[in-house]
């Protein structure tokens, strides 16, 4: 893939998640992946963080929740996090990665 400079995985189910971001790491070595998990419930959104899990891959979100009848996927989780992914990459992209 010519021309990409970071990825933004924005699959629902675990399953697409884990193939694009195991596809994108070893098709794509070297350009930053940047994924989101756990985006369900009714916690504040304050919870959501971006973690730098591996060499060039970011996850946000509260790390420890899936998709659940108890724990509904809210659009308001799911818009902090679309906005955590897209300060990580107007970070990324000139050069200052997450710690």
């Known amino acids: 893939m ?3 400079d970071v990825g933004i995985e ?3 189910r675990a399953e697409g998640k884990t193939m694009i971001a195991n596809s994108a790491l070893e098709q794509l070595p070297g350009i930053p992946l ?3 998990s756990g985006l369900t419930g ?3 959104a304050n919870d959501l963080v971006t973690e730098r899990i591996g060499d060039g891959f970011y996850l ?5 929740r899936d998709v659940k009848s108890s724990y509904p996927l809210l ?3 799911v818009m902090v996090a ?3 992914e897209a300060h990580a990459a107007i970070r990324i992209l000139p ?3 997450e710690p």
Do not use: E, K
Request: hydrophobic content about 40%; overall charge negative; charged content about 20%.
């Open 10 to 12: 924005v699959a629902d």
């Open 34 to 36: 940047l994924s989101a």
């Open 95 to 97: 050069g200052h990665p």
């Open 75 to 77: 659009a308001q989780r």
């Open 2 to 4: 010519n021309g990409v």
């Open 82 to 84: 679309a906005a955590h």
């Open 42 to 44: 009714y916690d504040v």
């Open 60 to 64: 946000m979100g509260d790390q420890r």
